[in-house]
Nanobody, 126 residues
Framework: EVQVVESGGGLVQAGGSLRLSCATSGLTFEDYTIGWFRQAPGKEREREAISCISNVDRRTLYQEYVKGRFTIASDNTKNNVVLQMDNLMTEDKAVYYC?????????????????WGHGTQVIVSS
């Protein structure tokens, strides 16, 4: 059974940092692309990953609005992907989801990801 489990969410002041972690099991981690998605309050989950990383060739992708603030990294020895979020803004408040895809897709669209975690809440106060 494939499991994807997020952790690391919480409450932080604007300008602060959080480090999200995505632990996976039941899949061949090094063959997968791992993506982070988010759903802001009152909105649908974003259709494309805010950031994703291929464990095959380590290519990464960031949405423009997180470039320079968020960093994604993968640890094949631990089957774990982290998303370091710095300089958080109030508009980053959302539930953050980790997901796994067996293929790399341009812009990491959500419909490529077959395995999803249950999400972790990030609250950014002003």
């Amino acid at each position: 059974e494939v499991q994807v489990v997020e952790s690391g969410g919480g409450l932080v002041q604007a300008g602060g940092s959080l480090r999200l972690s995505c632990a996976t099991s039941g899949l061949t981690f090094e063959d997968y692309t791992i993506g982070w998605f988010r759903q802001a309050p009152g909105k649908e989950r974003e259709r494309e990953a805010i950031s994703c990383i291929s464990n095959v060739d380590r290519r990464t992708l960031y949405q423009e609005y997180v470039k320079g603030r968020f960093t994604i990294a993968s640890d094949n020895t631990k089957n774990n992907v982290v998303l370091q979020m710095d300089n958080l803004m109030t508009e980053d408040k959302a539930v953050y989801y980790c997901a796994a895809a067996s293929v790399w897709g341009k812009r990491c669209p959500g419909d490529h990801f077959g395995y999803w975690g249950h999400g972790t809440q990030v609250i950014v106060s002003s």
